[in-house]
Structure formats: structure tokens, C-alpha cells
């Protein structure tokens, strides 16, 4: 008989967002007619159509294909030219910083990046990630064999948790021990929390001190609106010898249903054999992708090239805004209903501190029983998350209005 990966098997709890679509199923079936009045503001889902220049783009790529001439087969696995060199002159030589088109390389998601990162890291590393966090990075190192059971808590043997509180405004610190590969995401899933230049610093000198790694998620760099908050962790000097970035058209681009992401590998970029030798982690990623990946479609890379356009970057800039409109109306709202509210201004969440007495779960059963709204509990997050839910700002003006209508309403 064969033999299973038995470090699936630690993960007893489940994924958040299985457990959390299995209890609105369960409302769903026992209530049916408020089941018919449900919004959801759960899982970070984009709801606007994808913006028109896109859509033009989609549709001369399908005709592409249709003829002999301009019919595409496999292509690159890595990305084509035309793309890679686009987000490498817009995303960052335009801005001032150096990346090479090489050193970009197109996926179908940054989720997926984020976990298969690991094909090409050891197994001894001591891994580093945030608390609350989003549950990728936690449970694809579980996956991986990289912990060993989880505790009463949740918490993993094996994994160094970084505490993101209300006390370090959602921004972990770089810890006192020594580790080797550290998970930043900023502006932060769930927390809303953006990370200013000086602690971006503070974790690159870090790195270069201890030689370790940042897998650093950039996925929604596109709601920064303080400015002289970072962008791209290669604002930061020092930052190509030491990162790795990850970023996604999900979130601006409206590509969650399209699947269309990249990562920059800087040539830079160092790691250690078991020996001590010092290589580069671009080859290993490049064989990685080359090897497990068969490349992004044709048609889906046109469509994101779309958004790189004149009319593609305004499209992008008024599905941004209007997602942050409705950060703000809910984070007003929630306000108003007495609540203590986190993030909503350079991150399409807000994160919200439960009511005294309320744990996150028992929050989100009475959000959705009570209100017909469905939130994210933190404590799906991680231990630090527990008190705490999220609401998501993807949806519809209207319905964002009507959810905030509803959380005023709530009675704790």
C-alpha cells in the first residue's frame, strides 16, 4: 500500500476558509429565506468585472489563437518576454529600482508561489512568520514537513512566531534569536496594517546580519495611499541581496478568477548548502518553474499586459478606489457601532476588535446569524488574532453600505 504524507495529518483543524464555508452552509440549509439575504465579507474576493481594456485584451488573444499565424502552443514557463519586461519597467525601474526582466516570473498566483517557494529552500531552516497571519505561509510549512504538531493553541512546534498586536501596530519586530526565513506581507492580510520604511529597514539589516531570507508578499501593494509607505521591499537597500518579493493581479486587476501573479528572484539573492557554500536562489527557481510549471496561458498573460497600458493603469486606479470607498464606509460604520477598528487605508480589510466576552468565532456565528453578513474570525489567523475579525471591502458599493447598515444595527 502506498504511503501517504502523514504532515497533512497535523493539520487537524482545517483550512479557515473550508470551515468557515461549511457553517454558512449549515446557516444556509436551517435558514433558508435569510440564507437569500447573506453578504459576504469573508474571503478576499474581488466582485467588480475586470476592467475593460482587459477584457478587449482577453478577446484579440482568443482571436490570436484562432488563426494559424497567431496561434500559441506552450510558452515559456517563466513568463512571455513582453510581460516579464513590462512589470519590470512599470512595477520597478520606473520607480527607481533595479529589476532585472529576468528576474521577473509570471504565475497563476501568489498563493501558489508562497508555498512552492519551499521546493527550493532546506528543510533545517528556522522558519519565521507572522502572528495573525495569512494561513499559507503556516500550513504549506506544515506540508512540508517543516514543524512538528500543533499545540492547544494552534501554534506549530518548530515555527518562530512573531507577535502582531495592537501594541507594535500589527507590525511584527524583528525577534532577538537567529532565524532563516522570515514571511512579511505588507500591507498586511488580515490586519490592514502597512509597514513603514524604517521597520522595513530594520528587517533588511536583519536579514543581511543573519543571512537570512524575506519572502516578502507584496499581493496588495496597490491600496498604499500614506505616502512614504513602501511599495516593493527593494525600496529598501540592501533589500536584492535578501528578498524575495511576491505580487498578484488578484487583488488591483480584478485576476482572481483569471489567475495571473509573479515574483521577482533577484540574481542577488544568496542561500547556504549544508556544506557552507554560498549560491544563488534564481537558478534553483528558474529550474523550479521550467520543471513543475507549464507557464500562465497565452491568453491570460495578453489580458494582464492590458493592465499595463494607459488605459489599463486609470481602470486599475478606479477598481482600487472603489474598494477602498467601501473600506471606508464599513470602517465608519463599524465605528459608529462602538467598535475598535484597525487598517481600511492602505488594504482592502479592516480588522476590528471583538466586543468584550466575544471570542472570534462566537463573533463571526453572531455576525452571520444576527446580521446575515459573513466575516473572517481571527482566530483562523493565529493565537494574536483571537478577539479579532475581519471584513473584507470587496464587494459592491451597494452592499457594502447595506453591510454597514447591518453592523450599526448589531446589538452586543
Not at 457594502?400 to 446589538?411: D, H, K, S, T
Request: with cysteine.
Amino acid at each position: 500500500m502506498a504511503l501517504l504524507n502523514e504532515h497533512y495529518l497535523k493539520l487537524k483543524a482545517g483550512y479557515l476558509f473550508p470551515e468557515i464555508a461549511r457553517r454558512v452552509k449549515a446557516f444556509g440549509e436551517a435558514h433558508p429565506e435569510a440564507a437569500a439575504r447573506l453578504i459576504r465579507c469573508g474571503i478576499g474576493d474581488v466582485t467588480e468585472p475586470l476592467p475593460p481594456a482587459v477584457v478587449a485584451a482577453l478577446h484579440q488573444a482568443v482571436d490570436d489563437m484562432a488563426r494559424r499565424e497567431t496561434f500559441r502552443g506552450y510558452g515559456p514557463e517563466q513568463g512571455y518576454d513582453w510581460l516579464r519586461g513590462a512589470i519590470a519597467q512599470s512595477d520597478y525601474r520606473d520607480r527607481g529600482l533595479e529589476v532585472a526582466d529576468d528576474e521577473i516570473f509570471v504565475s497563476d498566483g501568489s498563493k501558489c508561489d508562497c508555498g512552492a517557494i519551499l521546493d527550493i529552500l532546506g528543510h533545517r531552516n528556522r522558519i519565521a512568520i507572522t502572528d495573525p497571519v495569512y494561513p499559507v505561509y503556516v500550513d504549506t510549512n506544515v506540508m512540508a514537513g517543516h514543524t512538528g504538531e500543533a499545540d492547544a493553541s494552534g501554534a506549530f512546534a518548530g515555527i518562530h512566531y512573531l507577535p502582531c498586536t495592537e501594541a507594535n501596530g500589527f507590525i511584527p519586530e524583528p525577534p532577538k534569536t537567529a532565524v532563516d526565513v522570515i514571511y512579511l506581507c505588507s500591507p498586511n492580510n488580515p490586519t490592514g496594517a502597512a509597514a513603514t520604511r524604517p521597520q522595513l529597514e530594520a528587517w533588511v539589516a536583519y536579514a543581511r546580519a543573519h543571512g537570512a531570507l524575506l519572502l516578502f508578499d507584496a499581493a496588495y501593494e496597490a491600496y498604499i495611499t500614506e505616502p512614504g509607505v513602501p511599495h516593493s521591499i527593494y525600496e529598501i537597500p540592501g533589500a536584492r541581496e535578501c528578498a524575495i518579493e511576491f505580487r498578484s493581479f488578484s487583488k488591483d486587476g480584478g485576476f482572481t478568477g483569471t489567475r495571473c501573479a509573479f515574483t521577482v528572484v533577484p540574481k542577488s539573492v544568496l542561500a547556504r548548502t549544508e556544506s557552507g557554500e554560498s549560491r544563488p536562489l534564481h537558478p534553483l527557481w528558474l529550474r523550479r518553474m521550467t520543471t513543475k510549471f507549464n507557464g500562465v496561458p497565452y491568453i491570460i498573460q495578453r489580458g494582464a499586459a492590458a493592465l499595463y497600458t494607459p488605459e489599463g493603469r486609470q481602470q486599475v486606479r478606479a477598481l482600487v478606489e472603489h474598494y477602498l470607498g467601501n473600506a471606508r464606509i464599513l470602517v465608519t460604520a463599524a465605528r459608529q457601532a462602538g467598535l475598535k477598528v484597525f487598517g481600511g487605508v492602505n488594504a482592502p480589510y479592516i480588522w476590528v476588535a471583538a466586543p468584550s466576552g466575544y471570542a472570534s468565532w462566537q463573533a463571526f456565528d453572531k455576525i452571520l446569524n444576527e446580521a446575515h453578513v459573513v466575516i473572517t474570525p481571527g482566530g483562523g489567523f493565529g493565537s494574536q488574532g483571537e478577539g479579532y475579525f475581519r471584513v473584507s471591502a470587496f464587494n459592491s458599493r451597494a452592499n457594502a453600505e447595506e453591510v454597514a447598515r447591518r453592523l450599526q444595527a448589531l446589538r452586543w
